[in-house]
T-cell receptor, first 111, second 117 residues
Framework: SQQGEEDPQALSIQEGENATMNCSYK?????LQWYRQNSGRGLVHLIL?????REKHSGRLRVTLDTSKKSSSLLITASRAADTASYFC???????????FGQGTELSVKP | DTEVTQTPKHLVMGMTNKKSLKCEQH?????MYWYKQKAKKPPELMFV???????INESVPSRFSPECPNSSLLNLHLHALQPEDSALYLC????????????????FGQGTRLTVV
């Protein structure tokens, strides 16, 4: 399977704390994206990092990419209860252009 | 308009029924996708349409039949489904990967929650 792994599978933190989620993938990629999904609803695109980029910021989000280790991390700073959701990394592989999702991290932010 | 609209939101169907899921976008995207998602699992790619032609079929059973009548619409026809096909079906669209390889953000609809009884 081309699907990557994410860890942790579940993460529970208090409001105001930072949340870090990790993603690993298997073959060379074109770009890596992070999506958020509120319970049972559609996915919302958060951020895209290209294979030649190492770090990217968007508001309270910081994404890193290490192509030598085939891994990425998503950091959410100063978390809020509204950040409670599932977070998925997704990769566009060089062959085929398919968007394939990792297993996801379920984040719970307690007020 | 950055919206992908899916109808219906919920669908309950018997194993002998024929039904269709619909998806519409007006962002000018020429790639459209169907994903299936079971509870607490990631979305799994089913089909990809590129320029209204089926370009990827991830070995999906023939009881699922996709159709792309024009560049804005994507349908998924369902027939003789099994209870294990119950899931959230997500439609997405994006620029065609080969044209914008560095910018292939996908936009997702809210999904159709399908229950097969």
């Amino acid at each position: 399977s081309q699907q990557g792994e994410e860890d942790p599978q579940a993460l529970s933190i208090q409001e105001g704390e930072n949340a870090t989620m990790n993603c690993s993938y298997k073959t060379s990629i074109n770009n890596l994206q992070w999506y958020r999904q509120n319970s049972g609803r559609g996915l919302v695109h958060l951020i895209l990092i290209r294979s030649n980029e190492r770090e990217k910021h968007s508001g309270r989000l910081r994404v890193t990419l290490d192509t030598s280790k085939k891994s990425s991390s998503l950091l959410i700073t100063a978390s809020r209860a509204a950040d409670t959701a599932s977070y998925f990394c997704a990769t566009v592989y060089n062959q085929g252009g398919k968007l394939i999702f990792g297993q996801g991290t379920e984040l719970s932010v307690k007020p | 308009d950055t919206e992908v609209t899916q109808t219906p939101k919920h669908l309950v169907m018997g194993m002998t029924n024929k039904k269709s899921l619909k998806c519409e976008q007006h962002m000018g995207h020429r790639a459209m996708y169907w994903y299936k998602q079971k509870a607490k699992k990631p979305p799994e790619l089913m089909f990809v349409y590129s320029y209204e032609k089926l370009s990827i079929n991830e070995s999906v059973p023939s009881r699922f039949s996709p159709e792309c009548p024009n560049s804005s619409l994507l349908n998924l026809h369902l027939h003789a489904l099994q209870p294990e096909d119950s899931a959230l079906y997500l439609c997405a669209s994006s620029q065609v990967s080969s044209e914008a390889r560095r910018n292939t953000e996908a936009f997702f609809g809210q999904g159709t929650r399908l229950t097969v009884v």
